[in-house]
């Protein structure tokens, strides 16, 4: 069997577990396969060992990869995403299903235009916090999500999923970053008047997935341990 769809399925069964020990089952946690620098013959052995849900960060990437694999793939944008790319990517990519990294109205308002002007379903978001308390680019603080998730909801071509977080500026995390993320959806729940099922929690990568499953995470955004080492340095990944 080829190397990234038998590293693939013992990502699955990992996660499966966790979710088992969590007291869940495995349908319950989405595994997203992070395909970023990673070339499309890659990608296909993992789509053909019968995965369908992969997430890239770069525009032009994402845009470059999506038209050459099969159009059931259900695409997550998990970068940085800037208003002025917001266009070419739901132009460029018809089955992106979830952009994972909403963290200002601005883009929110962005995502919900692009939506209306092409006509195509509404798009799934999460909202992208910074749970870890240093200053970043990405991520609104924890005392904002409230009013960010507010206004995610008031736009009509968003489907709000949950809460997303990367953990540290450097990429690992930490289990106070996955309780803050936690902390947050209760407050979201009890101010907006939400059941825990109608705010999933994205977090949790390669080195932590397990745990990040065991406290409470439904969707998990796992590049290397699938696919191999990047060809660079994590910190150049924003
Ligand atoms: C690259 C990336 C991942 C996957 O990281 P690994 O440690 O390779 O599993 C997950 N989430 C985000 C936002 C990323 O940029």
């Known amino acids: 069997m080829a190397a990234a769809a038998a590293s693939f399925r013992s990502v699955l069964q990992q996660a499966q577990q966790a979710a088992e020990r969590s007291g869940r089952s495995a349908p319950q946690i ?18 053909d060992a019968g995965h369908r849900c992969f997430g890239e960060n770069y525009v032009q990437e ?66 992208q916090v910074n749970t ?55 407050q979201v729940c009890k101010e907006l008047g939400m059941s825990e099922e109608q705010c999933e929690l994205s977090m949790g990568m390669s080195s932590d997935f397990e745990l990040a499953i065991e406290m409470g995470s439904t969707n998990v955004r796992v590049g290397s341990s699938i696919f191999g080492a990047r060809e660079y340095p994590k910190k150049e990944a924003q």
């Not at 595994?31 to 296909?44: D, Y």
């Not at 924890?142 to 968003?158: F, Q």
Request: aromatic share 6%; glycine share 8%; with cysteine.
């Open 30 to 47: 989405r595994l997203v396969a992070v395909s970023k620098t990673k070339p499309i013959s890659v990608i296909r052995e993992v789509y």
């Open 62 to 127: 994402l845009i470059e990869k999506a038209p050459q694999l099969p159009d059931d793939i259900e695409w997550h944008f998990i970068g940085n995403l800037q208003s002025n790319k917001v266009k070419p990517l739901l132009g460029g990519v018809p089955n992106l299903a979830y952009v994972e990294t909403v963290d200002d109205e601005k883009i929110a308002n962005h995502l919900d235009g692009a939506v209306a002007n092409i006509g195509r379903k509404p798009l799934k978001v999460f909202v």
């Open 132 to 186: 870890s308390g240093e200053t970043s680019k990405s991520g609104v603080e924890p005392a904002g999500c409230v009013d960010l998730v507010k206004h995610v909801r008031s736009c009509p071509n968003l489907e709000f999923c949950g809460l997303m977080t990367i953990g540290m500026p450097d990429y690992t995390a930490t289990p106070e970053n996955f309780k803050t993320l936690s902390d947050c959806r209760s």
